[in-house]
Structures are given as structure tokens and as C-alpha cells.
């Protein structure tokens, strides 16, 4: 298995990626306007030893410029029962010397007592939650925010 996937090379039917990854990935296919990037499926943090990720996580954030951001990709982000914007944890500004540490504190936004009641009032298990991680080229914005779409 490949530990890491470039945005550009993501399979439409890998569901490991949470759907954040996917539709990033799909953008950048379309070439739409989308910063580079690649994602850490939940696999891949279940399975690859701590020093091991950390050695190719570094060579492939060497490959992106300036500051990056860690963002969260869980499936159940925007499953087809509910989407859940905002609440995973995403870093901003994240630097080589950072990246662990980045990809440390979104992975452990699954275990936050929001999270929790999300999964409680759904009826999702909690040790069903899994979480990709997306780390991409940062850019700096004037306005950002959130759309909702049906």
C-alpha cells in the first residue's frame, strides 16, 4: 500500500479518503484552481509505525512550497446522512518542523467530546470514526467561509 496520495492521483473509489480528500481531488483532476497537496488516508495512520510516516510525510512536504495546512478528511465529514463542517480540526500555517505535530492534532480531533455527541445523536460508533489527514499548499486569503450545498 502507498503510504501517501497525491491529490492528482486519487482513485474515485477510495473510501479511506474521507470526502474533503475526494472533491479536492476532484477539483485538481477538473484543473480547477486547487492547491497541491496529498492525503494521509485513516489506513495508513492506523498501520504505519510513528517514525516511518513521519520520514515519508517529510519528503513529500518538502516537494510543497511555503506554509501548508493540515486539514481534516474523515468519512463521516460529509457522508450522505449529515455533513459535519467545523467539526474536525484543521492547522493552519503549518511548517516542515510542525508537520507531526499538525498531523497529531487533527487526528485527535476525533476523540473531542463534540465528537462524541455527534456520533451519540446519530447512532455512528464512536470507533467507527476515522480520519484521513490533507496536507496541501497554504494560501492566504482575504475572506474565507463555508458553503453548504444539497
Known amino acids: 500500500m502507498t503510504p501517501l ?6 482513485a474515485e473509489c477510495d473510501v479511506q479518503i474521507g470526502g474533503k480528500a475526494r472533491n479536492l481531488a476532484r477539483l485538481r483532476v477538473a484543473g480547477l484552481p486547487c492547491p497541491r497537496g496529498f492525503v494521509i488516508p485513516a489506513q495508513t495512520l ?3 509505525s510513528s517514525a516511518e510516516l513521519s520520514r515519508v510525510v517529510a519528503k513529500a512536504v518538502a516537494q510543497l512550497r511555503g506554509p501548508r495546512a493540515g486539514r481534516s478528511s474523515a468519512p463521516i465529514d460529509d457522508a450522505s446522512a449529515g455533513a459535519a463542517p467545523g467539526l474536525f480540526h484543521s492547522e ?7 508537520i507531526d505535530a499538525a498531523i497529531e492534532a487533527v487526528i485527535s480531533s476525533t476523540r473531542v467530546a463534540s465528537v462524541r455527541s455527534y ?3 446519530r447512532g455512528i460508533p464512536e470507533d467507527a470514526v476515522e480520519m484521513a489527514v490533507v496536507v496541501q499548499e497554504q494560501i492566504d486569503s482575504e475572506y474565507a467561509g463555508v458553503l453548504y450545498t444539497r
Not at 5 to 10: A, F, G, H, K, N
Not at 92 to 98: D, H, N
Request: proline share 0%; glycine share 6%.
Open 46 to 48: 492506523r498501520t504505519t
Open 92 to 98: 493552519l500555517g503549518v511548517t516542515a518542523a510542525s
Open 5 to 10: 496520495l497525491d491529490l492528482d492521483r486519487i
Open 119 to 121: 456520533c451519540l445523536l
